[in-house]
Structure formats: structure tokens, C-alpha cells
């Protein structure tokens, strides 16, 4: 499936840029209007299907992406086919390795995705022009550090419990920033991963998964529509399931 192409060169602000919940808190958003349109000028908004791979470990590095919408799966793979999801991304999170030679991780549409793709020599020459957009991307690239250092302590320290209650707390506060924003205090969102991937992030089998999320649906805690629709009524009251 080829992704889907849109044109977003204006002659002032590109009106997609104007538009786009992502980029205010993304990496655009130091941006001023002139350098959104340089930008503009190289980019090219693709969205893709679940189950598309977006880049590939060990490949070269190409082009650098800004999430817009949906989930995207990071990966690694051993020898023997072994799989380990290492993370999850999220609107408005950088995909790519920044200076970088060629990628380290695979990534994968989780969910439907939206990207705004540039190419690494424009995005690279942009970043040596503006300092802002240095100092974005980072502030992005440590807050990826500090999460993957809190979910070490969710894998090594949390029970099987906490575990999925935390996964579902992630999924509930990052799968929708505008909508988060709005409603802070319940959530609804389609499982981006099946429960052989949840099992992959948390380190546990599937039927453990199957077990948890049954018994957060028994304490209420959350209900479960058709396998993979999550609602959760309460918030604070998942978090507080989450150790």
C-alpha cells in the first residue's frame, strides 16, 4: 500500500502547519512562519496502515519523521527471530535518529499513522541553522530517555498487575494528546497492540495479559468492547493500580 501524499507548500504559513494538533508541542513548534515554509518546502505528509514498516534496523537513515496521529511500534529483533517491543511513539514524538547513520530500532505502524516526513540533509541544515529547534529536539530526545528510564523500572520492579495498568495508563494518556487535553480525567482508545505485543512490552506471557485486563474489567476499573476497545470511566483510579 502506498502511503498517502499531500502537497503542503504555501506562499505563507503552509496551512496543514496552521492546522496541525502536533506541532505545537513537537518540534515545529520553535518554528517561525518563514522556517515552517522552508521546512514546507521538503516535506511531505504520509499516512499509513497498521502493520506498515517505516524504517528498518541497521538500515540507512534517510529522512527523519514528526508523529501526527496514531501509534508507532518500535522493535528489535534477535538471530533467532525473537522480538522485544522497546517502545511506543506518539504524536507530536520525533521518529528517527538525529545525526545519526543508520537507524537502530525497527518501527512499525501500530495503529493508522499520520507522519510529516523531511529529508535528513533539509532537516539536519535547518537544525544548524536555528538553535531553537536544537534545544527542541533535545528536550525531546531526553524526555524519550527519562520514559525509557521509568519503563526499566516498570519492568523490573512492577508486578504483572502494575504492569498492564500501566501500559493501559500510557496508551490512555499519549494515544490522543487533544483529546487528553480536553478530558483529563476518563479516556476511550482501540488497543494499538494485540496481547502478544503487550506481552513483548511488559515481558509477560499472553495469558497473563488476558488475565489482568480481565480482572480490570471485573473491578471495573475498565470495560472492553469487541477485544480491542478500552473505556476507562476513571483515570485516577487506573493510575492508582499502577504502583
Known sequence: MQPERRDIHNSTTPALCMSCEARHNGMCGVLDAKQLLLMSRHTRI???AAGTELIGDSTP????????RGVIK????????????????????????????????NA???????????????LEQLVADSPALEHRLMQQALRELD????????????????????????IATHIDPAAFAR?????SFDLPLG???????????????????????????????????VDIPDLARLKGRCG
Open 46 to 48: 504520509e499516512t499509513h
Open 147 to 170: 520514559d525509557a528510564r521509568d519503563w526499566m523500572l516498570t519492568l523490573g520492579r512492577k508486578t504483572a498487575a502494575e504492569k498492564v495498568a500501566s501500559f493501559l495508563y500510557l
Open 61 to 68: 537513515i534517510t529522512s527523519y519523521a514528526n508523529v501526527m
Open 195 to 229: 496481547r502478544a505485543d503487550i506481552g513483548d512490552f511488559l515481558g509477560l506471557t499472553i495469558e497473563t495479559v488476558s488475565r489482568q485486563l480481565t480482572k480490570l474489567r471485573t473491578d471495573k476499573v475498565i470495560t472492553i468492547v469487541n477485544t480491542r476497545h
Open 108 to 122: 512499525e505502524a501500530a495503529s493508522e499513522v499520520t507522519i510529516c516526513r523531511v529529508p535528513k540533509t533539509a
Open 74 to 105: 518500535l522493535t528489535k529483533i534477535l538471530e533467532d527471530g525473537r522480538q522485544q517491543v522497546v517502545g511506543l511513539q506518539f504524536a507530536p514524538d520525533f521518529l528517527g535518529r538525529l545525526f545519526g547513520e543508520e537507524h537502530r530500532v
Open 183 to 187: 478530558r483529563p480525567d476518563s479516556a
